[in-house]
């Protein structure tokens, strides 16, 4: 499990790094940060794909976001035995707790003014 979220999390820290840093020019001496180097890439990809380069960046980002959904429904799925027996604790208290509160007669309690 530790691996599918480090293959899935080590590429999106290495774009989003690379992607802002470049978007902003803070190369700090590397071409491959350069504001020049960034503005060819989008194009280089905006014509392989016959669209406008400044709709990639958003089109990664719903791309992450659906893939972010995908890794968390895999890991759900994976924990759903630990992840029901954390539901039906959590249920079992609120009931206790409301018991409780039924039987002292005093209604839910307000903090003092």
């Known amino acids: 499990m530790r691996t599918l979220l480090l293959l899935w999390i080590a590429p999106l820290t290495l774009f989003w790094g690379w992607y802002f840093l470049s978007l902003n020019d803070m190369n700090f001496g590397y071409v491959m940060l350069s504001r020049q180097l960034h503005d060819l890439v989008f194009e280089l990809y905006g014509e392989i794909l016959g669209i406008d ?23 759900a799925f994976r924990r759903r035995r630990q992840i029901a027996a954390w539901w039906s604790r959590q249920r079992a208290d609120q009931v206790q707790l409301n018991r409780i509160e039924q039987v002292s007669g005093d209604g839910p309690r307000l903090p003092a003014e």
Not at 65 to 71: G, Q, T
């Open 53 to 75: 380069p400044a709709l990639i960046p958003g089109m990664v980002a719903k791309a992450c976001v659906f893939d972010s959904f995908l890794v968390a429904g895999i890991v």
